[in-house]
Each structure stands twice: as C-alpha cells, then as structure tokens.
C-alpha cells in the first residue's frame, strides 16, 4: 500500500509540474504592464488620507495596476496574469464601502472576460467576499510584534539579551536614517543586497525588492561594524495609525551570527521610542496551513511543502525566526471563485517570480510614510 502522505505529494508534484508547462506557455508573456505611473500622486494623496493595509506599501514597486472604485473612494491594487486579475490585499477605504467595491470589481472583471482573486485578505473582510460567493485558501500568518510589551528581559529574553550585549560590546552600531540618501550610501546598499541575493533573481508583486528608487522612498535600519561598514540594513514602512513594518531586510552572508536579531531588536527599541504601537514581521507563508485533521485535502498537500519543502524555500526557518519576536500571528487567505485552485497557485507563482522595473520615483514621494521625528 502506498504511503499515504507520499501519495498525496506525489499526485500534487505533478499537478503543479503539469499546469506550469502548460502556463509557462501561455501566460507567462501576458502579465500585463502597469498604469500606476500616471496616476502614483493620486494613489499616495489617497493612502494619506485614508491609509492602506499590511501590503499597500508595496503599491511603490509600480508593478501593479489601479482601479478606483464607487465613485474613486476605494482603491483596488491589481495585476492581470493569464485570465486573472490578482488584487493584492483587500480594497482600501471606508469598511461600509468595502463589500461594494468587491461586487463592483467583480462585474469589471466579468466585463473584461477575466476572473478577479483576492491575495493575502484578512479575516476582518471575510464575509464580504463569501457574500459575494468566493471560497478561500488559507496562505499564512503576518506575524505581529505589540512593541508595548515587547522585551528582552528575563530568562525568556536571555538568548537575545546576550546577542544584544555581544554587539554592543563589539563596537557594532545601530541607527535610523531618512531619506533623500547619498548616491554612495545607494551603492554600498545595493552591494549588499546583490551579496545577499547571490545568484538568485529579484521576485515582485507580494514580494519587496531592492531598487534604489524604492529604498530611497523609507526609513533605513542600519547595522554598522566597528569600521562603520554597513554589515545589514531594513527600509521600515510606517502609517498614521502608529504601526511600522520591516520590509526589505538584506544582510553580507558573511556577517557575525545573529546579526538580524540584532537588527530587529535594535529597531522594536527604535519604534518604540517614537511612538509606534505594532510592528509588522510580514509573512510566514504557509504558517498553520493544513495542520489540523479537519483541515482540506488540499491544505493537507500544501503541509507536505511547509514539512518537506526547506530545499527550495525555508519556510520553517522563516517562520521560527519570527516566532522569536512575534506577539501574534495574523491568518491571511486566498479568495478565489469557479476556478481549479492548482491553476491560480501556478499564476500566482509566475506573478510574484515576475522581476518590477520601477521607475524613478524619488521626487514624487510624499506618502512615505511621514518623517518620525
């Protein structure tokens, strides 16, 4: 009898093997260009005004499309891949307006002959979109550190006390800076990124990426050796509801062990000296998903990727490192309907492997996220 589990990764391997040949075919040339361009001082005027969500700032990537719904009080981020049109995250606005923009964005989906998906909703939302007749797929968990009662204090804290108190005593330094940025500190930033992607491409979409022009837009972390060399830095997203996200983090792969706890230490210390209430680590992808006996066949498959799949993606260790900061983990699902899920997966992949060219943007920034004093 064949071992159950191997079974199913089996069935699932070819699945995906089979619908990305097929994809790779056909849709990989029709993820389509964005329009965000003419319209980014509209977009970033808006967000002022009324906010964004966990991944709005990604919006400053500029690979993504815009739609303005109910009269242009809600935003709706999108890009087309195949026959989908992928929203990233749940449409910005006013929450009465949030079910109405859903239905609206479906009938101009429809209109277009396309098929609209939410990715990475959160639970808050949930029943507009099964109102509306869409199902869902569990993603993964944003975990969330309540930088109130955060602390490296006690026997808990004892391992990252002792990290902490080792830099230090080793001359590293921390600080934040704000843009505009020199064109030599642009330089020593990219080094390290490209150090750190090794012979790996940049992703887009859901996924932050180094360019110049996007890490010009934020706040940097910077962890600096005794020599004052850059060793890792952290762009830090920031809103008017006093929360912060670590958002592109590179390090040299040669940099002291424990380097990034110490970044991230170094920069709840920081957040919570201004102010800030939360921070945001982003995405455990996976996180939970299929962990239940009751849990569906298909999440059950997904689970053998999150167990099995470190080779090609550590999202374990992704998930226990931020597990050493986290107060709270945050569901964020998949809402799709009348597709087979396997096709969507597929396209989801080839849009968030899909590389962003931004353009140079520097001027125009005024959203990013206000100067904190």
Sequence with gaps: MLDTPFWYFSILFLVFVTFYKIYKLKVNNRI???NIDSQLDSVISFLEENGGNH????????????????EEQVLIVFKRIGNKLV???????????????????????????????????????????????????????????????FSI???????????????????FTFNVIMPPYSKTLLSELKGISDSWLGNQKEKGFSVVSFSEEYVSCFPIALLNDPTGKV???????????????????????????????????????????????????GMA???NVGDCKYSFKSEKLIRLA???????YNFKGLKEFKNKFA???????LAYRKTFLPVVIIQLLLLVNSTPHPKNIVDKIKYLMKKTG
């Design 32 to 34: 389509s260009p964005s």
């Design 55 to 70: 991944i709005s700032h990604l919006i400053l990537l500029q690979d993504k499309d815009v739609y303005w719904a109910v």
């Design 87 to 149: 929203v990233l995250g749940d449409p910005i606005g006013a929450e009465s307006l949030i079910s109405k923009s859903i239905k609206e964005f479906q009938e101009y989906s429809a209109s277009k002959g396309l098929k609209p998906i939410f990715y990475q909703i959160s639970p808050r939302f949930m029943h507009l979109y099964h109102d509306t007749g869409y199902r869902f797929f569990k993603l993964g968990e944003e975990g969330i550190v309540n930088l109130h009662n």
């Design 153 to 171: 204090e006690g026997k808990q804290g004892a391992k990252l006390r002792t990290r902490l108190n080792k830099f230090a005593r080793n001359s």
């Design 231 to 281: 060793v890792a830095f952290a762009t830090l997203a920031t809103d008017h509801k006093k929360s912060i996200t670590i958002d592109l983090m590179r390090k040299f792969p040669d940099s002291p062990h424990g380097t990034m706890d110490v970044l991230f230490i170094q920069i709840f210390k920081w957040a919570k000296e201004h102010g800030y209430q939360n921070c945001s680590l």
């Design 285 to 287: 992808p996976l996180s």
């Design 306 to 312: 999150y167990l099995h799949g470190n080779t090609m």
């Design 327 to 333: 107060s709270g983990w945050e569901p964020k699902y």
